[in-house]
């Protein structure tokens, strides 16, 4: 999956990140941006914004005010109700089960 934040329009461009590395880790940076077919540069911000995202998706903490905490508590205690749309999504195979 691309990453929702794309390094593709150097005009862009207006913040200065700085960074120093140990010359091992600036020459496996250049290695794998080689191989991606990258710069030096759309490498790192690539790899540093999918890294960024992942951690960002990552987190398993919410923090809620108690009203929104029993509005949530609420809806998850509601009894079902009837959903034609998601019982006909589910009625289909996925894509991906097709032969």
Not at 51 to 73: C, H, I, K, P
Request: charged share 25%; net charge neutral; glycine share 4%.
């Amino acid at each position: 999956m691309p990453p929702a934040v794309a390094v593709s329009n150097r005009t862009s461009r207006s913040a200065r990140l700085g960074l120093r590395a140990t010359p091992e880790q600036e020459a496996v940076l250049r290695r794998a941006a080689d191989v991606a077919h990258k710069s030096l540069t759309e490498f790192i911000l690539d790899s540093a914004c999918q890294a960024a995202e992942q951690t960002l998706l990552d987190q398993r903490l919410f923090l809620v005010s108690g009203r929104q905490y029993q509005a949530f508590m609420d809806l998850l205690e509601r009894l079902e109700q009837p959903n034609e749309g998601l019982r006909d999504l589910l009625s289909h195979k996925a894509p991906w089960d097709k032969a």
